[in-house]
């Protein structure tokens, strides 16, 4: 039998099982084998339950892990560089007689070049100044007769850029570029997941969800669905939990002070190791008919108001 095999084993499942069916079978065995629901005083149960959860923890990542790197996409391979061109054949080199001419020749159209370009810039010259001093000369001309002793001033053309300047300026801080009176705004903190402080989840649905070791102090959890729910740990303090369905919960030392638990339905849960102290209980559901059906072993209530209204001391 192969390790991964013995995972599925393990939590009594099918190779093959899904992700949520090994999450589900774990909160199942975690809750049947968890050494806070044996007796103290039976060492041999005790040790036995905590081999089992180890098992279990252990299962549960390495089949985690597994679908993890199963779903992963698969790296593509590198794209191999493609072949170096061989070199290009040289010419042959041209012979002395050969160089003698093309020099020559080469000498000849630079001077007739170099001729035709001073002829045409003395011509260009000539036809501007011409232009120009014509330019004037009417111009005096106009004004003298028509009476005037106004001169027109001559044409300028400035040079107008088409666009504003986009020059960014450095950051005094960061020193990374940024736009001129550009709000410098802090960076955002983000909260970890785990933190869910304050939040509103009344009404929510979360039967069977894993919550251990979440921070839900302050919480709004009114007629919240938490049947089956794997709570141990959490902290709850000053949450509200009114008409909260706690069905068979998992509470192990779960922090509950000064939390509402008003008309909460408590039946089958386990809070054992929790603390209550200043909790407020009245008319939750913790019995069927004269029958405890709350396990509150080691659980701490001083302060706490019991369902039928008296405080516990």
């Known amino acids: 039998m192969s390790d991964l095999e013995r995972y599925y084993t393990v939590l009594g499942l099918e190779p093959g099982a899904s992700l949520e ?3 589900q079978a774990y909160r199942d065995l975690a809750f049947i084998w968890h050494p806070d629901r044996m007796p103290k005083d039976n060492v041999r ?15 549960r990542e390495k089949l985690r892990s597994h679908r993890s790197t199963k779903a992963a996409p698969q790296s593509r391979p590198a794209a191999k560089p493609p072949a170096a061109k061989p070199p290009a054949a040289k010419p042959p080199a041209p012979s002395s007689q050969t160089h003698s001419r093309s020099s020559s020749q080469s000498y000849n159209s630079q001077s007739y070049n170099s001729q035709a370009h001073n002829s045409q810039s003395s011509q260009a010259h000539n036809s501007q100044s011409s232009q120009a001093h014509n330019s004037q000369s009417s111009q005096a001309h106009n004004s003298q007769a028509h009476g005037s002793s106004h001169t027109v001033p001559p044409r300028y053309h400035y040079y107008q850029p088409s666009q504003q300047s986009a020059y960014t300026y450095p950051s005094a801080q960061s020193g990374q570029p940024q736009r001129p009176y550009e709000s410098q705004r802090p960076p955002s903190v983000k909260k970890s997941p785990s933190d869910l402080t304050g939040a509103n989840l009344s009404g929510v649905d979360l039967r069977e969800k894993d919550l251990s070791g979440r921070n839900l102090s302050q919480a709004n959890l009114s007629g919240a669905n938490l049947s089956d729910a ?8 000053e949450a509200n939990l009114s008409n909260v369905n706690l069905f068979r919960a998992n509470l192990l030392q779960a922090n509950l002070t000064q939390a509402n638990l008003q008309e909460a339905n408590l039946i089958g849960a386990d809070l054992s190791g929790a603390d209550l102290s200043g909790a407020n209980l009245k008319g939750a559901k913790i019995a069927v008919g004269d029958r405890l059906m709350v396990k509150l072993t080691g659980t701490i209530l001083a302060g706490a108001t019991m369902p039928d209204g008296t405080v516990h001391s």
């Open 21 to 23: 069916e090994v999450n």
């Open 45 to 59: 149960l005790q040790e036995k339950a905590q081999e089992k959860l180890k098992d279990l923890n252990e299962a």
């Open 230 to 237: 794997f709570l141990h740990r959490v902290n709850l303090s």
